[in-house]
């Protein structure tokens, strides 16, 4: 099973950037994925999560109300709607999935399969 991230990029505070996760394989539509990030000198946190079939969703709440987690099923791939960025949310960022089946969980010991990671650098 593979993840692929993209979307990663440069960006002014109070800009905006959009993140997609691709899973390679069709069973991801009923397990929960979630956005984990990891900034220079600091642990891997999660960001935001959502379950299976997107019905609920969970958010650091240094993000909530900026950053939005949404999936589309039909092409096996979770999104990170990111607005009113700033520079402190300059880190990696990582898709992540727990074993197929899951619900949402927000321990990162708990998810096994990670992307490869995009780059979100925000600056003036």
């Known amino acids: 099973v593979q993840l692929q991230a993209s979307g990663g990029g440069t960006v002014q505070p109070g800009g905006s950037l959009t993140l997609a996760c691709t899973a390679s394989?069709?069973?991801?539509?009923?397990?929960?994925m979630a956005w984990f990030r990891q900034a220079p000198g600091k642990e891997r946190g999660v960001v935001a999560a959502?379950?299976?079939?997107?019905?609920?969703?969970h958010y650091a709440d240094s993000v909530k109300g900026r950053f939005t987690i949404s999936r589309d099923n039909a092409k096996n791939t979770v999104y990170l709607q990111m607005n009113s960025l700033k520079p402190e949310d300059t880190a990696v960022y990582y898709c992540?999935?727990?074993?197929?089946?899951?619900?949402?969980?927000?321990?990162?010991?708990?998810?096994?399969?990670w992307g490869q990671g995009t780059q979100v650098t925000v600056s003036s």
């Open positions: 992540a999935a727990p074993p197929p089946g899951w619900g949402l969980t927000t321990d990162k010991d708990n998810y096994v399969y």
């Open positions: 394989e069709r069973t991801f539509s009923n397990t929960a």
């Open positions: 959502i379950t299976g079939r997107g019905g609920y969703t």
